[in-house]
């Protein structure tokens, strides 16, 4: 024979599972990742839809992330002074902030600018919008119980966080629409109640607008609450492949296992699909959709206001809670507190969010119920949890409403006194009609018998005798499963057993490499 | 509350003694310019140099916006049609009292410019379909241009007075400098995109999509109802620009990136991501998923 070595001799040579496996090995030698490999590779995912809602905000957050970096390779953080003479010529000459004008600068000047700032904010507003449906999810099904309260409370400080950063991004590119909404932000932090005017100073580094809150925002905005946030994101799917997956209860499904598809091959492929489909959608929003167009606002000047000026819709409920707040002030004390602005803006969403994040120990304690919970409720199963749900999505959608009542008032042609009324009475009435109404369905589907289950196909097939026979069909046509072998653990990745004895002589332990 | 009542008291004796007097004022101003109300600096413009036609100024000093005084000769048929279409409320002598009517019930046209009466009528509004309403909309004008300003020349006949109708010269306007006056002077009300919006009490500011140049300018001479009268504070030129920026980058937008979504801002963006975006998403995770 010579030297040559053939193709099969190379393969073999590479092991059973080739130059993948090979590298693997070498990697596992190293590391020891075959054990944490496998196990995440063997993650079970439970197969229902409602599951996926939660990677909606997973992949979106990756796209903000993504487009977030190409924004700020040119966005310029400062509150200096310059003129504009760039290609867009309604703005030419005119004195403008830096940032003002790197932002426009980004939408006309550099190639697909407009479309990653577009996709970012789109991105956003789909990122909190599929928060806030996980969330619903999570809570009517009751996910959040026992031993998950932990990431409910994640969960809760996301979306918290998320709604902040959207903010501060909104203000960075300093035109006149996101100007008024710093001034805004300025005057509801001044109006806590003592410490308001330090704590405005102090966040603005002086009086309104000074020359560092754009520095300021920018750093939040792309390293501090993303930092913290990517830890949190990272922390709640360690505790989501930790405690695994909850499910709906069902055939075979019980509280001690989780019935499902593997990470590898079945889920991996279909959430990475997942994450092409949002990526897909966020783009062809960004290209077809226009979003926040900031040239035509032009520059934020404190003389200069634009009427019909609404925040992003996640902060919706806040901007309609201080529409249609009453002018309410107290003085006394050698103090004003501005209660029109304290309530609605500082102590609502206080109590909104405390709700919150109480809610997993109230439910304990109202209910008494410490078991562990791996199986989900359906929203009927709990009449009351699901109508105190919502109650509280009933009020913030009002609130949400009322933050376009002139928009409604000129485009239904009605008096924006009358809007401002309706959404006050609305407000405050809506909780108490959605609670029973809730209450009422939920109960009533959970007593009716196959109340809120989808219904079972019969197959009817007629005998050669002339009768007839109704069997259930399965769920879907042809769909019909067949039990497959275990996969066999591949030999590389063989679990040692701990011996178990331990060597206490003298306080030193010996443990057994793995 | 008492204190309250004896201020609402005195403020209405002094709007009872006020307004007569304020009336009688355009009759000795017959030697100065006479423009629409009695409001004293109303009209004055800060242009230094005023071009005055038979003792009236017929332009603020510059070559932006032509005045052009409709013709005396249509006079006598603007008054046929006034006595059809506008005598049943501001009566047979243009004072806004009708046949049985009480004084101060409607609007006195004399003494009003011709730009006043044209923006009315050729932007619909007059003949009013509902003369109750709290604030006549924008509609199909009834009436033709050229009858339009033949009401104009009759009742300018009764008292002839300024603004007469503009003519604005839109080419040579600085876009850049009209969009800056326009956030200055027009967006609080219009909105920064030019949909207009709800103010209070069933009164709005209208959308200006698709008002005429001569109608813009007319309004910003004029100050149609609830709309400031911008005379001393803009010049030709300004108005001209402001013109140029309002049918241009407001009536046609460009939107590079993408549908303008009605220019309603975060409302309809809200909408947008929630119902296409995350709509959609949600009904793909739902076809990916298993649905029992």
Redesign the interface.
């Known amino acids: 024979m010579s030297d040559t070595i053939t193709k099969r001799q190379r393969q073999r040579a590479g092991g059973r599972y080739g130059a993948v496996g090979r590298a693997l090995g070498e990697l596992d030698d190293r590391l020891g990742v075959a054990r944490g490999g496998r196990t995440f590779l063997d993650k079970i995912f439970p197969d229902h839809w409602s599951f996926m809602l939660g990677e909606i905000a997973l992949y979106s957050f990756v796209i903000l992330l993504a487009t977030g970096v190409f924004l700020s390779l040119y966005y310029v953080p400062s509150s200096t002074i310059v003129t504009y003479h760039g290609s867009y010529l309604p703005l030419d000459g005119m004195p403008m902030t830096q940032a003002y004008q790197s932002s426009v600068n980004l939408s006309f000047a550099v190639r697909a600018g407009l479309l990653m700032r577009q996709m970012h904010h789109w991105a956003a507003d789909i990122f909190i919008g599929s928060m806030v449906v996980h969330m619903a999810r999570v809570f009517f099904t009751g996910a959040f119980r026992k031993p998950r309260e932990l990431n409910w409370t994640i969960g809760v400080t996301l979306l918290t966080l998320a709604i902040v950063n959207g903010f501060l991004g909104y203000s960075l590119p300093d035109d006149l629409v996101s100007g008024t909404g710093i001034r805004i932000a300025y005057s509801i932090i001044l109006s806590v109640p003592l410490v308001g005017t330090y704590l405005a100073f102090w966040v603005f580094g002086g009086n309104y607008p000074g020359t560092v809150i754009l520095q300021r925002f920018f750093i939040l905005h792309v390293l501090v609450v993303p930092g913290i946030m990517l830890a949190l994101v990272t922390f709640h799917l360690i505790l989501l492949v930790r405690q695994k997956h909850t499910q709906f209860p069902g055939e075979g499904r019980t509280e001690d296992n989780v019935v499902g598809s593997p990470m590898f091959p079945v889920f991996m492929a279909k959430t990475t699909g997942f994450l092409f489909i949002v990526a897909g959608v966020t783009a062809a929003m960004g290209a077809f959709f226009q979003i926040n167009p900031i040239w035509q606002f032009g520059p934020y000047d404190a003389a200069r206001i634009s009427y019909a000026v609404q925040p992003d819709w996640y902060m919706g409920f806040l901007d309609g809670a201080l529409r249609i707040f009453p002018a309410w002030q107290f003085h006394g004390f050698g103090h004003t507190i501005p209660l029109e602005v304290t309530i609605p803006a500082v102590i609502f969403p206080g109590l909104v969010f405390g709700l919150a994040y109480a809610w997993p120990a109230l439910e304990r304690r109202v209910t008494g119920d410490h078991a562990m919970h791996n199986l989900l409720d359906r929203p009927s199963d709990r009449p009351k949890r699901t109508a105190a749900g919502v109650a509280v999505l009933a009020l913030i959608s009002m609130l949400f409403i009322a933050s376009s009542t002139d928009v409604i008032a000129n485009y239904f042609k009605v008096s924006l006194n009358t809007v401002l009324w309706t959404m006050r009475i609305l407000v405050l009435i809506s909780p108490f009609v959605a609670y029973p109404i809730a209450y009422k369905i939920a109960k009533e589907l959970h007593e009716t018998k196959g109340g809120g289950r989808r219904k079972v196909t019969n197959v009817v097939t007629r005998t050669e005798s002339g009768e007839y026979v109704a069997v259930p069909a399965p769920a879907y046509v042809d769909d019909v499963r067949e039990e497959l072998e275990p996969t066999p653990v591949p030999v590389f990745i063989e679990e040692t057993e701990p011996t178990g004895e331990d060597d206490a002589s003298g306080g030193v332990r010996v443990v057994e490499r793995d | 509350m008492n204190t309250l009542r004896h201020l609402a008291r005195y403020a209405l004796a002094a709007a009872a003694i006020g307004a007569p007097l304020a009336w009688a004022l355009p009759a000795h101003a017959a030697n100065g310019p006479v423009y629409q109300t009695s409001r004293h600096n109303a009209g004055t413009p800060n242009s230094d140099v005023v071009t005055k036609k038979n003792g009236q100024i017929t332009s603020y000093g510059d070559s932006a916006i032509t005045y052009n005084v409709p013709s005396p000769a249509l006079a006598a048929l603007g008054q046929a049609l006034y006595l059809q279409n506008c005598a049943s409320c501001h009566g047979t002598e243009a004072n806004g009292v009708p046949a049985a009517g009480t004084t101060g019930a409607f609007p006195n046209l004399v003494g009003l410019g011709p730009a006043t009466i044209d923006f009315w009528i050729e932007s619909g509004r007059m003949p009013a379909a509902d003369p109750r309403a709290v604030q006549a909309p924008r509609r199909l004008p009834r009436l033709t241009h050229d009858q339009a300003l033949a009401i104009a020349a009759w009742i300018n006949s009764l008292s002839p007075s300024y603004p007469a109708i503009p003519t604005v010269n839109v080419k040579s306007a600085n876009?850049?400098q009209?969009?800056?006056l326009f956030?200055?002077n027009c967006?609080?009300?219009?909105?920064?995109?030019g949909?207009?919006?709800?103010?209070?009490?069933?009164t709005?500011?209208p959308s200006l999509r698709n008002i005429p140049a001569t109608q813009v300018a007319e309004a910003i001479r004029t100050g149609p109802g609830n709309m400031p009268r911008f005379t001393g504070n803009l010049s030709d030129y300004q108005v001209a620009d402001i013109v140029k920026?309002v049918t241009t980058?407001i009536q046609h937008?460009r939107?590079?990136?993408?549908?303008?979504?009605g220019?309603?801002?975060?409302?309809a963006?809200?909408f947008?991501?929630?119902l296409?975006?995350?709509a959609?998403?949600?009904l793909?995770?739902?076809?990916?998923?298993?649905?029992?």
């Open positions: 876009v850049a009209g969009a800056a956030a200055l967006a609080a009300c219009h909105t920064i995109e949909d207009g919006d709800a103010l209070a009490r069933s709005f500011a920026y980058e937008p939107n590079p990136g993408g549908l303008g979504l220019g309603l801002g975060p409302v963006e809200g947008v991501a929630l296409v975006g995350v959609v998403l949600a793909v995770g739902f076809w990916v998923g298993e649905r029992q």
